[in-house]
């Protein structure tokens, strides 16, 4: 098969098939993988396809209410991690790489390094979380000091900045805030070294505490981002504001959340609300 049969396979996938773009995208991946890496056979560059439907999803958000009954039954560090995640706006990824010395109790920032698109920002540390996040600071000078006892005490690095700069593995400030459980080995260099903490045991701690609430969506703790960004418009923040604070690169993907809140140029009320009344 060449070009052209590539192609209509692509495009019955989107067309009968129904596929999301996703599985379209990974379709087309591990085709050109096999062509060019199995059968080391070049193919023309893919153009006439039927690309898949992107679907329009409005985001989960939760109420102040909402968000509260969960975080109240959350505890220790997956408490502290889903309170950062709603107080500030960062994603999961973004959390849980967040180094030490990322934190400025100074100025009250968080600096956040190569967020989505490799840019950094800065978002508001959070007043309420001060204390706790001193306290997580001294936790993880806590366990680098243990593994060094132990004859370790490294941390995984991006693999540029672990060449450029050979003993920061070990610097105080470039441990992660919330490091892993346990010791693992770095597939890249062979050694021993500590990782940041598991996403999947954030996102378990924050599902039972859904659960426990008796809240019907199904939210995740991408959904406290969600919600930090609806509920700074909802105070009056500038969208401006709110989009560099989220990093969106266009403020149309701000502009979700004032669909979420039912918003255009304007607050929209129901027509059926002045012909029944609020009270009725």
Known sequence: MGKAEVEQFLTHLATKRNVAAS???QALSAILFLYKQVLEVEIDWIEDVVPARQP????VVLSREVVASVLTRMTGRYWLMASLMYGTGLRVAECLRLRVQDLDFGYRQVVVRSGKG????????????????QQQVGESARVRDADLADGFGEVSL???????????????????LLPSANRAVDPVSGRVKRHHNDP????????????????????????????????????????????????????????????VLQRGGSAVRSPVDALLGSGA
């Open 23 to 25: 599985t379209q995208n």
């Open 56 to 59: 329009a999803r409005v985001p």
């Open 118 to 133: 490799g840019k950094d920002r800065f978002v508001p540390l959070p007043d309420s979380l001060t204390v706790s996040l």
């Open 158 to 176: 991006p693999r540029a900045l672990a060449r450029k700069y050979p003993n920061a593995g070990t610097d105080p400030g470039w441990w992660y």
């Open 200 to 259: 999947s045991r954030l996102q378990r701690a924050f599902k039972q505490a859904v659960r426990a609430s008796g809240i019907r969506k199904r939210a995740t703790p991408h959904a406290l981002r969600h919600s930090f960004a609806t509920h700074l418009l909802e105070a009056g923040y500038d969208i401006r504001t709110v989009q560099e604070l989220m990093g969106h690169n266009d403020v149309k993907t701000t502009q979700i959340y004032t669909h």
